[in-house]
Each structure stands twice: as C-alpha cells, then as structure tokens.
C-alpha cells in the first residue's frame, strides 16, 4: 500500500517513501483538494506522519467495532463534507482471510461447513466477493448521490489472492494469482472517454500505473526516467519496499 500511494516503481527504493515528493495524498492537498482517509484495518496500517496529509481521518478497528464494513465507511462519509474538491482514500479489509469474519451472516450463501476443506475455504471467499459486489455498489450509489461534481473511482488491491492454483491458497508467497491485482475504473456524473481509453489501453495495469493515473485526475504528470516497458517489480511482505 504505501508503494503504491507514493507511485513507487522500484520496490527497493525505498527512500520515495522518506521523500513523500509524489505521495498522492500530499499531492492532492496541494493542489486544493480536500482529503479524508477511511482506514478498517486498524491503527497499525498507516504511521501517524502518512495521516497528517488528511485533513479528516476516520480509523476503525472491525472488530473492535463490532459493526459491518459499509456501516462504518457510511458513518464516515457521512461526516465529509464534499462542498469542495475531494481526495477520499478508504482503505478496505473485505475480502481478507480469514474471509468468515469480515462478511455478514446473510452473505453466507454457499456452504462453508461440507466435509471438503479446499470447497469450504472456496465457498467462504465467494460469500465474501457477495458482500464486496454489495460494497462497490452501495458505494458508488452514495458517491451519486452526494455530489453532482465528475466523481473518479479508482478500486484496487494490493495483492490478488489464490484458489488453489497448483495447490496454494492465500498470498503470502509471489505467483500470478498473487501478482495480479484487481482494479475496477468508474467515472460518475461526467464524460471523460480520452482518459477511459487510456485505462483499457494499459489492459491489465500494475498498481504503480494505476498511481500515475490518479495522479493525472489530481492534476499532476509523474515522470521517471527508469520507466521501461519490459520491467515489472513485485513486492514481498516488506512495506519499506526492501523484499
């Protein structure tokens, strides 16, 4: 996540994340933007420093809370204003492992309690992708109806997740099904096709891309000049980037 807010190629060069220079928090805020950030993993995810770019920051712990994920995003968007330009940043937990405690019960369409392991731990995530098909719409209808200003959505992860391909579950190790990250593109109350086209152009963009085009819509060009086509960087667990 913090590679991927500082629009971060190089997964070592960790001192881009010292420098904040392209961090898009910062840069929306300077640019004139109102910031909020949403965080539901918890006060562990974000240091103090990377909040002072928000101006409102709403942080809630899941279950400490006790309360389903989009009752907690709704409490917070709620309490942001957007009378003005906005940078609004929320930082999910649905769909995580283990799945069974981030989704409600009513989710729970396919059975997670039959004698096969690898069908049950299936079934659990696909209730939870019920429960995000549920988030990403409840979530774009509020943005509709919140603003009539052309709304940028950008939804993406910070790692996919396996199914047992060749016998793996989870993302705790580097393969394709880990590397491969969702992204979802939506503008609401507007036409932007020059800039839709340039998103199917990038067909299956990394999420350094996807940085450069939120950074585009905060009204900024970010250049480096180690920038190839060939060269793609994966991650490991390390968040200053050094794995």
């Not at 109102?34 to 279950?63: I, P």
């Not at 690898?118 to 988030?135: C, G, K, P, W």
């Amino acid at each position: 996540v913090p590679n991927f807010l500082h629009v971060q190629r190089e997964p070592q060069n960790y001192k881009k994340q010292l420098k904040s220079d392209t961090y898009l928090p910062k840069l929306a805020k300077e640019n004139g933007f109102k910031t909020a950030y949403v965080g539901l993993q918890g006060k562990a995810v974000y240091t103090k420093e990377a909040l002072s770019f928000f101006d409102k920051s709403y942080v809630f712990k899941l279950s400490k809370e006790k309360c389903a994920e989009n009752v907690c995003i709704a409490d917070a968007l709620n309490d942001f204003s957007f009378d003005k330009p906005a940078f609004v940043m929320i930082q999910k937990r649905n769909p995580h492992a283990p799945y069974e405690e981030h989704y409600p019960q009513e989710y729970a369409v396919f059975n997670t309690n039959g004698d096969d392991v690898t069908q049950a731990r299936i079934n659990t995530y696909d209730n939870a992708l019920l429960y995000e098909d549920f988030l990403i719409d409840n979530l774009l209808t509020y943005l509709q109806e919140k603003t009539n200003r052309p709304t940028y959505v950008f939804y993406v992860s910070d790692h996919g997740e396996a199914m047992g391909e060749d016998g793996k579950f989870g993302h705790s190790f580097i393969a394709p099904a880990v590397t491969e990250i969702p992204f979802i593109y939506a503008l609401l109350n507007g036409q932007d096709g020059a800039f839709a086209s340039k998103i199917k152009d990038a067909y299956i963009p990394t999420a350094y891309e996807v940085g450069k085009f939120i950074a585009e819509k905060l009204g900024y060009n970010i250049v480096n000049p180690h920038e190839d086509g060939k060269t793609f960087y994966t991650n490991g667990h390390n968040k200053m980037g050094k794995a």
